[in-house]
């Protein structure tokens, strides 16, 4: 194990490292930072931009910071724009359009081998030594993790900010920089229309080469809209399983106004037209349920520091709102109804969108209107609530000794296809009733796991549901061997 202080040979080749003149950094240089995202005048990144737009007769420079990740974003000018990239610190403080890149520092010719050799015996010291210190950085980071309510809320230390954990990925998730975003539209070119619902259509479109989905929001739902945007603009939600977003944009065609919000395109579409046409076997299960449970997971957890993001609940989570994508995991969708809350000032942002979730998904106390609006705990448990539904959605499609159920609702056999919110109240709240759990399902050890995961999110008491980190725990117990799996479960008969 890792010691928990650092030794002192160690803390006195960092001060060397700290006080040497080694140079900007190779993998994270400081640029100025203006726009609507940016919380300081400065950010870090791989690499700094400078955009220009001309709007009429006036000149809009928008600057920032791109993660590695997000660096081939970097692209060419045309008559009206300008974007120009760089990596060194501060290089991004142009007031007027760059003409030309800056130019290579100077070089010397003819260094003899001994002028070679002394720099790069200390520079291999010294990363040495800093590879160590990340590892005891690292160790001391994951010391500082406190848990909230089974681990649901993740503190980082502020000097360790950007050394984030399995809970996060890498990059921003707010997208282009928001003046590129203004002019992503005129680039996409639409293709197909892939699905059309009560916000308006989703689709399929080309740009830079790449298939994007664009979701254009009917002008009623313009608070969907809205919401969307400024949630996937102010936090950090680039995760493997929250559908990625690229840009949000207005646009004006067949002389209307046209809302888009342009993401990452999965063909195989929502989790709900996959349950109909497919049916998966036990590993397939449970990759779909694991990885909505991680997309949930990183919602609903608070991140602390400069590289942090709010908690979020989700409050319309169903089958249409989850996507599939090619490596057959899930990714969440559709943040239009999203609540956000920070504990530093324990602040709920509800948003003001009028819109209600659906009603086939609803939980008890949404259903009675007992819930308790005030308090974000109780929107994460409506959001546990739906997720069983969806559990028992996939678990249904899921073959076991050639047997299977065809796709079906939740309630489908209590309430109509469009019930009411009095109906869908009868059934939840006054009878209390569940969907219905077949014998086949406990015969199976993951299903059987399952069951009891679904259970535990439908109690009456919201208090009493599991939390969506202990859901994801116990999915990622079943990772072990199916004979593991039988054993620990024929024990526990």
Not at 232 to 256: E, K, P, Q, W
Request: hydrophobic share 35%; with cysteine.
């Amino acid at each position: 194990m890792l010691p928990e202080v650092i030794p002192f040979p160690v803390l006195g080749v960092l001060f060397l490292l700290s006080v040497s003149n080694t140079g900007p950094s190779k993998d994270e240089v400081l640029c100025f930072c203006k726009n609507p995202s940016c919380a300081n005048t400065t950010c870090k990144g791989y690499k700094c931009y400078v955009y220009f737009q001309k709007v009429s007769e006036t000149e809009q420079r928008e600057s920032g910071c791109f993660s590695r990740d997000t660096s081939n974003q970097c692209h060419g000018s045309g008559p009206t724009h300008t974007m120009y990239c760089c990596q060194q610190d501060l290089c991004n403080n142009h007031t007027f359009r760059p003409t030309s890149p800056p130019p290579p520092p100077p070089t010397t010719h003819g260094p003899d081998i001994v002028q070679l050799l002394v720099p790069l015996s200390i520079t291999m010291v010294l990363a040495l030594c800093a590879f160590v210190f990340i590892l005891l950085i690292r160790y001391r980071c994951r010391k500082k993790h406190r848990d909230i309510n089974d681990g649901e809320v993740v503190e980082y230390d502020s000097v360790n900010g950007n050394l984030l954990d399995e809970y996060c990925t890498s990059g921003s998730g707010s997208g282009l920089p928001f003046l590129v975003q203004r002019t992503v539209a005129r680039q996409v070119t639409l293709v197909e229309c892939v699905g059309k619902g009560r916000y308006g259509e989703v689709w399929r479109g080309t740009w830079q080469g790449e298939n994007v989905a664009v979701k254009i929001f009917s002008s009623r739902d313009e608070q969907s809209w809205f919401r969307e945007t400024e949630i996937y603009n102010t936090v950090l939600l680039r995760h493997d399983n929250i559908l990625g977003f690229i840009a949000s944009d207005t646009t004006s065609r067949n002389s209307s106004t046209q809302l888009w919000l342009i993401t990452h395109y999965h063909e195989n579409g929502s989790l709900y037209d996959y349950l109909q046409r497919n049916t998966v076997d036990i590993e397939g299960c449970h990759r779909l349920a694991h990885s909505i449970a991680c997309g949930l997971v990183h919602l609903h957890v608070e991140i602390f520091g400069t590289q942090g993001k709010p908690a979020i609940a989700h409050r319309d989570l169903k089958s249409r709102n989850i996507l599939v994508k090619k490596n057959k995991e899930c990714c969440i969708a559709d943040l239009g109804l999203a609540v956000m809350h920070t504990q530093t000032n324990d602040y709920l942002d509800i948003g003001n969108n009028p819109r209600v979730g659906t009603k086939r998904y609803m939980a008890p106390e949404v259903l009675d209107e007992t819930i308790h609006s005030d308090c974000f705990e109780s929107y994460k448990q409506a959001d546990v609530w739906a997720l069983g539904l969806v559990l028992w959605e996939i678990a249904r499609r899921t073959v076991v000794n050639g047997t299977v159920e065809e796709y079906k609702p939740p309630f489908y056999d209590l309430v109509s296809s469009d019930p009411s919110f009095e109906d869908m109240k009868k059934v939840v709240c006054t009878e209390q009733r569940r969907p219905h759990i077949p014998n086949r399902w406990t015969s199976d050890a993951t299903l059987a796991t399952l069951v009891r995961i679904m259970r535990e999110c439908w109690f009456q008491n919201p208090s009493a549901r599991l939390t969506a980190l202990r859901v994801k725990k116990t999915l990622s117990k079943l990772n072990y061997s199916e004979a593991e799996i039988k054993q620990d479960f024929y024990k526990g008969k």
